[in-house]
Structure formats: structure tokens, C-alpha cells
T-cell receptor
């Protein structure tokens, strides 16, 4: 079945370091890919998305490129801040010809950024 | 604009007790969802409602029931709580009637439930 695999956390970085959180997926159909972020004590918020191969989603300095050949959607940021400390979820929506859509989340990766 | 509001924020139950988690959205969204979040497992769909008057099972529906009271409200009921239902529960809503690439889910802040 369809699935999303994320790198295990926690990821611990110093402020201004480069961030990569790996995400790979398995899907039938034609998936769209998403990154959601969950700040402490809050629900998930959409961070960025990409709906077809080679699309790049970006928001708040974060970027991710939809790579169909490697079935990946890695999240990157050039210089993290303490305020980026959160849990990040990779997700996909599989769209099937019969009209049934399914939203699947990865397990989440916790990021801790220290001053 | 409050978005998605969940109550209560915290709850402790004894095994066998019942309770209802409340969720309301003020964005005139069509679909609503209940997820549970457990460590290392991401979010798993319990039930969803594509539109007012309809509900469907998700991945992990056993032990739960739902009611789509009107377009705004979607409640989750535990009839006889079990320790395996200890989790954080999230309600979400979306403008589309199903998960859609152009219509993201909006989440509430969650209910942390402990069953002893």
C-alpha cells in the first residue's frame, strides 16, 4: 500500500545550520506531496506542497522538490532559527481514477534548534 | 476567525468510562476528520465526514463513533475507554469534500487523552 517514510529524529542543530529532513514515498496513482509542521502545543499546519514531478514547494525559507525518479521529497532550509523547532510531517495524497483520494502521513521528525 | 476548535484540551479517563470529544470549525468547510497521533506512528485517520450527514470509517475506527451534527460540528465518542486509546486526538477540516491537492487540511490544537 501507499506509505511515507521519514528520517528518524530528533534532529538537533545549532542556529544558522543547514537543515535536511529526508522523506521518501511509495504510492500508486499520481500523488501530491506535502510538508506539515507542528509547533509545540498546536495542531499541524501546511508548510509547503508540490503537485507534480519536478515541482518545488517553498515557504518561510523551507524548500522541497518532488523527485519522481527517487520517489523523494526532502525538506531543506539554508539557515535554521530557534523558532523552527517543531515536528515536521511529510504526507501524500494519492489520487485514483475512480475518484477516491487518500491522505497518508509519515511518522514525523522532531527538530530542535539551539542558540 | 478561530478556525478549528477542539474541546477539551486534556482529559483523564478510567478504563470503561465514556466521553465525547467536540470539534467545531467556522470556515464553512465541507469535510471534517478525526485523527489520532501516537509516537512513531504519525497521524492515523479514525473517521471522516465528506459532507454534512455522511460519515465513513478510516484506518482505525474500532472503539469509536462519530456524529456530524451539522456542517460546523463533528464529534468523536469513546463508549468504553481502553488504555490503548491513550493518544492525542486531532480534528481537521477541509474545503473540499475529500483530501485534495488544492485544499489543505486545517487542524485544531488537539485533545490529549489518557486512559488509566
Amino acid at each position: 500500500g501507499d506509505s511515507v517514510t521519514q528520517m528518524e529524529g530528533p534532529v538537533t542543530l545549532s542556529e544558522e545550520a543547514f537543515l535536511t529532513i529526508n522523506c521518501t514515498y511509495t504510492a500508486t496513482g499520481y500523488p501530491s506531496l506535502f510538508w506539515y509542521v507542528q509547533y509545540p502545543g498546536e495542531g499541524l499546519q501546511l508548510l509547503l506542497k508540490a503537485t507534480k514531478a519536478d515541482d518545488k514547494g517553498s515557504n518561510k525559507g523551507f524548500e522541497a522538490t518532488y523527485r519522481k525518479e527517487t520517489t523523494s521529497f526532502h525538506l531543506e532550509k539554508g539557515s535554521v532559527q530557534v523558532s523552527d523547532s517543531a515536528v515536521y510531517f511529510c504526507a501524500l495524497i494519492s489520487v485514483f481514477s475512480g475518484g477516491y483520494n487518500k491522505l497518508i502521513f509519515g511518522a514525523g521528525t522532531r527538530l530542535a534548534v539551539h542558540p | 476567525n478561530a478556525g478549528v476548535t477542539q474541546t477539551p484540551k486534556f482529559q483523564v479517563l478510567k478504563t470503561g468510562q465514556s466521553m465525547t470529544l467536540q470539534c467545531a470549525q467556522d470556515m464553512n468547510h465541507n469535510s471534517m476528520y478525526w485523527y489520532r497521533q501516537d509516537p512513531g506512528m504519525g497521524l492515523r485517520l479514525i473517521y471522516y465526514s465528506a459532507s454534512e450527514g455522511t460519515t465513513d470509517k478510516g484506518e482505525v475506527p474500532n472503539g469509536y463513533n462519530v456524529s456530524r451534527l451539522n456542517k460546523r460540528e463533528f464529534s468523536l465518542r469513546l463508549e468504553s475507554a481502553a488504555p490503548s486509546q491513550t493518544s492525542v486526538y486531532f480534528c481537521a477540516s477541509s474545503e473540499a469534500s475529500r483530501p485534495d491537492r488544492g485544499s489543505p487540511l486545517h487542524f485544531g490544537n488537539g485533545t490529549r487523552l489518557t486512559v488509566t
